[in-house]
């Protein structure tokens, strides 16, 4: 229990500022994805079910905050994202992981799927191409959320050295 | 028994749960109305067609005894018919010249097995094994044996689906057949469909046969849609509400024709110039 605490309430934290602050950090439309981030997290820090169920829970708020009218969209995508992110736990090598550019391989690998997944099911029926768009904002999304992922790699890589 | 269940449960824990929350996404998405949404349902129902088509070569014994009587038993009823409708036929023949009307054209049908059916939801559509390499062209009427069905609204090479009369966007124009009283015809998912546009004034009677009139840009004139059932004054209103229970049995749907027509697009232009 002490170890979930903290894990919802920093949860609760990623999403606030996922779905009130991060527009303010918009370039060109482009805006990080906090919360995959943080599900990748979550996978690799304590595996392939909480991160499946951080990642089912969270994408269900965000489809509750947004109000798009696709409701499930992002449960079913960051579901399957923390289910993938899973299969790199390794209780061992927490730490390495999260502190060097495994955890950027896995982010961007994790990321690029989730927003594959998304704009397949987005665009049905809208007649507006799949890969361009995976292009115009999939590739951009993932590269953003890499360099924010930056932040914690080497905030890990100094606990590690220390 | 219990115990293997549980440990098979435990071994693959981490795809039950992945299973599970897919499924209630999945669950949940269905229930929003999106385009996005509506473009997969049209997908899924013809990847359900296509596996029912190839289930479909199984037949059932009972279900075909059942089917065999009671086409023996139609086969009866419309020999009877036919022979009737033959005498009046050449007294219509022979009326319309006297009269100089123009004679009706006659219209091919293409037989079609419904491989998918959606009869759950508010916009109900069946899936046909016929599409464009058949003929089949979108608007195109589908009926059957009992009267009007539906109308055809996506095409694909080898499938179709229709959209039902029991589909809340379906408007069909249509007329009581004995006083000839016109109406538009409307779902709004009831039991039962509703003639719209009726006067109270006008005689409208339960068991009344109504057919497609001719003003119906999608439907020939004279395309049994069902009885109707029971007339209520709207109150307010100087119109009553005309309930019209369907000819066809949705639920037992099985075989369709689609109707080769189409209005004649010099009749279209005419009336959109007139507008």
């Not at chain 1, 527009?23 to 979550?42: C, K, Y």
């Not at chain 2, 070569?57 to 009587?69: H, K, M, Q, S, T």
Request: with cysteine.
């Amino acid at each position: 229990m002490r170890k979930v605490l903290p894990d919802i309430g920093f949860s609760l934290l990623v999403l606030l500022v996922q779905t009130g602050v991060v527009r303010f950090l918009s370039i060109g439309g482009i805006v990080p994805d906090l919360v995959l981030l943080w599900v990748v997290a979550m996978a690799i820090r304590r595996g392939q079910i909480p991160a499946t169920t951080a990642g089912f829970l969270l994408g269900l708020a965000q489809d509750i905050l947004s109000g798009d009218g696709m409701l499930g969209l992002s449960a079913l995508t960051k579901t399957l994202a923390g289910f993938i992110a899973g299969y790199f736990y390794n209780e061992n090598k927490t730490l390495q992981t999260m502190g060097s550019y495994r955890i950027l391989l896995i982010a961007g690998l994790v990321s690029l799927v989730h927003d594959g997944l998304y704009f397949l099911l987005f665009l049905q029926g809208s007649g507006i191409s799949w890969s361009g768009s995976l292009l115009d904002y999939g590739v951009p999304t993932t590269v953003y959320t890499l360099a924010v992922a930056l932040i914690p790699m080497f905030a890990f890589a100094r606990k590690q050295l220390a | 028994m219990v115990k293997r269940l549980y440990d098979i449960v435990l071994l693959f824990k981490e795809y039950f749960v992945v299973a599970l929350f897919l499924l209630v996404s999945t669950a949940l998405l269905t229930f929003s109305d999106t385009p996005q949404i509506r473009t997969l349902r049209a997908y899924s129902v013809v990847a359900v067609g296509l596996l029912q088509d190839a289930f479909s070569i199984f037949p059932n014994y009972f279900d075909l005894r059942r089917e065999n009587a009671a086409l023996r038993s139609m086969n009866l009823t419309l020999a009877d018919e036919v022979s009737r409708l033959r005498e009046g036929r050449l007294e219509n023949i022979r009326l319309r010249s006297l009269l100089g009307l123009k004679e009706r054209a006659e219209h091919r049908y293409i037989a079609a097995n419904v491989v998918a059916k959606n009869l759950q939801l508010l916009r109900n559509t069946i899936t046909l094994d016929v599409g464009s390499n058949d003929s089949v062209k979108v608007n195109m009427p589908i009926v059957n044996e009992a009267g009007l069905v539906g109308k055809v609204i996506m095409v694909g090479s080898s499938y179709c689906i229709g959209q039902t009369l029991l589909h809340v966007d379906l408007r069909v124009s249509a007329k009581v057949q004995r006083s000839r009283v016109d109406g538009i015809l409307r779902w709004d998912r009831a039991r039962t469909l509703t003639l719209q546009n009726v006067a109270r004034t006008y005689d409208v009677t339960p068991g009344d046969v109504v057919i497609t009139s001719d003003y119906s840009p999608f439907f020939p004139e004279g395309i049994r849609i069902g009885v109707v059932a029971e007339t209520r004054p709207i109150p307010g209103s100087l119109f009553q509400a005309v309930d019209v229970t369907p000819a066809v049995d949705f639920p037992s749907l099985e075989e369709v024709f689609v109707m080769q027509y189409l209005l004649d697009s010099s009749r279209v232009f005419l009336e959109r110039s007139a507008r």
